[in-house]
């Protein structure tokens, strides 16, 4: 393949393989996720840039293959003649599927001993990994009932092989677990609630996630498997204010537009619709209907303690320094985005495509009261930084109603059967800072007086586009927390417009439709 053929193919792969890992000599070096990566086909070469806090590397493509999600690359390290081995793997889990079944057979086993053992009054049933596409279950968590004469409990376990993703997913699919059962036992026992089974040391969303949940509604017991002593641990879920968590200062943006000028100027001289925002004091990113293209920073400057702006542009982990020798280069990549990135857009374009939760945000960050005529427009955070000891999550959207409760919003473009439990991870950690008063002392809201009340927390999706368990989701959330599910019109680029509401701790004639018809997982619940 020639430089140029192979410069576009790592491009269009990596364009779309935004939590990839890379390998090298079958080790990871990198994780896209956190890694940047820039690609150069100067002097007839195809040059891979890729760096991280913690190393930086420069190889020479000179061959290539894609297979199986996974894209082969044949480098060369500088200095060096002999061709190394670089993969770039969008599949996390890199594991064959007969690997995958033996271990979780192995698990299923181990967990069928540890029950019997530690449960000797019950009687379990076979555990199953089965396929179920109907339910949404697949083989990754092993589940079963365990019952002890009309008494019973739904069980769910996953072993500690599979990704923390799945790990933390697996309540969303207890609850699933949970009422199924439920449904399959009337008459024969009453399944009192859920024994969920996790890896030693994964526990920790998932505490602060049950932590929140309705304690009227089911028993639920966390317990951290050993694999190793073939053990299993109670873990002590009751504690909600027990979250991992903080925030960062909200920075101030009078001073950072007055840093970043030119660089402003620069961007908007190019697109001047484009949106920004601030990362931090020192840096802020540029956007076109949420897609990132490029950020301002301030950069040390050679041999000298002062900091000084600098652009750097690209799609997704992608990321170039702009210079003079590359400005056309950009100006070209700012004018397809633009070309591209709108209502009427070509649907095929990989640049129309990408990101459509940051395009549903920033059509929110517009006109908010769009989705409630309570919210206050002019008191409104995007991607605000809220960290937990396992993540660097950052919530959609957090604003105040005119009489100044805060409400987190999180948004779905897509369906996502996760869209209530990542809500309820955001909302405990509004309430977790708000209860402290910490949003005041880190610069949020400057000026507006906060009311006491717990945070409201309002999920948007399309709506049909809302996953069918979101109702079954919804009806083991705490009594106390108060949400709205907003399914807004699918044609949301053109404008956001709430199609239907459905709210928490409300008879059903409460539940109201705008227009249109609720999806079929909502209609038994709503009228």
Not at 70 to 86: E, I, M
Not at 117 to 125: C, M, T, V, Y
Not at 157 to 163: D, I, K, L, P
Not at 191 to 213: C, D, H, M, W, Y
Request: aromatic letters at 8%.
């Amino acid at each position: 393949m020639t430089p140029e053929a192979l410069v576009r193919t790592v491009e269009d792969f990596l364009s779309e393989a935004r939590d990839a890992l890379v390998l090298e000599d079958g080790a990871i070096a990198f994780d896209l996720a956190q890694a940047k990566y820039s690609i150069s086909g100067e002097r007839n070469k195809c040059l891979l840039h890729l760096w991280s806090s913690e190393r930086n590397v420069v190889r020479r493509v000179v061959d290539l293959e894609i297979k199986n999600e996974v894209l082969k690359l044949a480098v060369q390290r500088l200095g060096q003649s002999s061709p190394t081995k670089l993969e770039i793997c969008r599949q996390r889990d890199r594991r064959t599927p007969t690997a995958k079944r033996a271990v979780r057979l192995a698990y299923q086993r181990l967990l069928q001993r540890i029950l019997a053992r530690k449960f000797p009054g019950f009687k379990a049933d076979k555990l199953s990994t089965s396929m179920d596409l109907e339910r949404s279950f697949g083989p990754i968590y092993a589940r079963g009932l365990m019952r002890q004469a009309q008494s019973a409990f739904a069980v769910l376990g996953v072993n500690a092989q599979e990704t923390q993703a799945s790990i933390d997913a697996s309540l969303t699919f207890g609850i699933l677990w949970l009422d199924v059962c439920r449904q399959a036992q009337p008459g024969k026992a009453v399944v009192q609630g859920l024994k969920l089974f996790v890896p030693k040391g994964s526990s920790s969303l998932i505490r602060e996630r049950i932590a929140n949940l309705n304690r009227d509604a089911a028993k639920w017991q966390l317990y951290e498997i050993d694999e190793r002593e073939d053990s299993a641990k109670e873990m002590d879920t009751s504690d909600r204010g027990n979250v991992s968590t903080r925030l960062v200062h909200c920075p101030d943006e009078r001073a950072a537009r007055e840093r970043f000028a030119q660089a402003i100027a620069h961007v908007r001289d190019l697109m001047p619709e484009s949106e920004f925002a601030l990362i931090s004091s020192a840096e802020m990113t540029f956007r076109c209907h949420g897609l990132e293209f490029a950020r301002a920073r301030l950069t040390h400057e050679p041999g000298s303690f002062r900091s000084t702006p600098e652009i750097v542009f690209g799609v997704g982990a992608a990321e170039t320094t702009l210079c003079p020798e590359n400005a056309e280069s950009f100006a070209r990549l700012v004018r397809s985005i633009g070309e591209v990135r709108h209502a009427g857009g070509p649907r095929d374009h990989l640049l129309w495509r990408l990101h459509p939760e940051r395009w549903l945000e920033s059509l929110v960050i517009k006109n908010v009261s769009a989705l409630d005529e309570r919210f206050d427009a002019g008191r409104l955070y995007s991607q605000v930084p809220a960290f937990s000891a396992s993540d660097r999550a950052m919530i959609d959207v957090l604003t105040t109603t005119r009489e100044g409760r805060l409400a987190v919003i999180e948004l779905k473009a897509d369906e996502d059967i996760h869209l209530p439990l990542q809500g309820l991870d955001y909302w405990s950690r509004v309430a977790w800072h708000h209860a402290r008063g910490e949003f005041h002392r880190f610069g949020y809201f400057s000026g507006k007086e906060l009311s006491p009340e717990p945070p409201l927390l309002l999920l948007v999706a399309p709506a049909l586009h809302v996953h069918p368990a979101t109702d079954t989701l919804l009806r083991y959330i705490s009594p106390e927390i108060e949400w709205i599910l907003a399914a807004i019109d699918e044609r949301w680029r053109d404008g956001v417009r709430v199609v239907f509401r459905k709210r928490s701790n409300a008879p059903s004639d409460s539940n109201y439709y705008l227009s249109g018809h609720a999806p079929s997982s909502l209609r038994t619940s709503t009228s």
